[in-house]
């Protein structure tokens, strides 16, 4: 499978400060792209997501920007709080043949500080 | 609303013991399963996904097999657990389209 590149690995925000989390792909087919929240011992949970002919995305304090020629997409967390501190992963998916396969990033681990 | 139940939700297993985990989902038919293995400090790894009963699809080789007897039911077994096949063990469902939501997890650690 391609991979999806994901960065950094670990972010460390003030609170009240913006949270930014970058990921890059390779397969252009890949035409859904999730971004998903992880505390510490559950299942990750869906967060927010893009489809590749949009360039942003934005739910409440989280925004997608995706630049399609670049093969990049980032999520932005705005007056990001200390309930944010978590694990996200960004995901890139491949609709072919209807079995609809997430590809992962490898993680970004965010603590949001007092 | 949907509701997606896994257990146990922690296991400790000896090597060379057989394994099964269950995963079953609430609230709609014919979803996509899938199974996936996170690693301590790791994204998660596709290992099985089924589009309906008995259809399984594997995605990497090794020591676990999945099987789906019934619509909303997803099983993950192993013969014989490997040292290397500790980890948390996270099924999730989807309705034919892009959203996948996962269900709690299963913590699995092999002594």
């Known amino acids: 499978q391609q991979q999806v590149k994901q960065s950094p690995q670990s972010l460390i925000v003030q609170k009240g400060g913006i949270s930014i989390i970058n990921c890059a792909y390779e397969n252009t087919a890949f035409d859904y792209f999730p971004w998903y929240q992880q505390f510490p011992g559950k299942g990750p949970a869906l967060l927010i997501a893009?489809?590749?002919?949009?360039s942003e995305k934005k739910e409440g304090r989280f925004t997608i920007s995706f630049n399609k020629s670049a093969k990049q997409f980032s999520l932005h967390i705005m007056d990001s709080q200390p309930g944010d501190s978590a694990t996200y992963f960004c995901?890139?998916?491949?609709?072919?043949?209807?079995?609809?396969?997430?590809?992962f990033g490898k993680g970004t681990k965010l603590s949001v500080i007092p | 609303s949907q509701t997606i139940h896994q257990w146990p939700a922690t296991l400790v297993q000896p090597v060379g013991s057989p394994l099964s985990l269950e995963c079953t989902v609430e609230?709609?038919?014919?979803?996509?399963l899938y199974w996936y293995r996170q690693a301590a400090g790791r994204g998660l790894q596709l290992l099985f996904y089924?589009?309906?009963?008995?259809?399984i699809s594997s995605e990497v080789p090794q020591n676990l097999s999945a099987s789906r007897p019934q619509d909303r039911q997803f099983i993950l077994s192993s013969k014989k657990l490997l040292l290397s096949d500790s980890g948390f063990y996270l099924c999730a469902w989807s309705l034919q389209g892009y959203e996948q939501y996962f269900g709690p997890g299963t913590r699995l650690t092999v002594t």
């Open positions: 609230g709609t038919s014919n979803p996509n």
């Open positions: 995901a890139a998916l491949f609709s072919g043949a209807g079995s609809y396969q997430l590809t």
């Open positions: 893009i489809r590749p002919d949009v």
């Open positions: 089924s589009v309906g009963i008995g259809q």
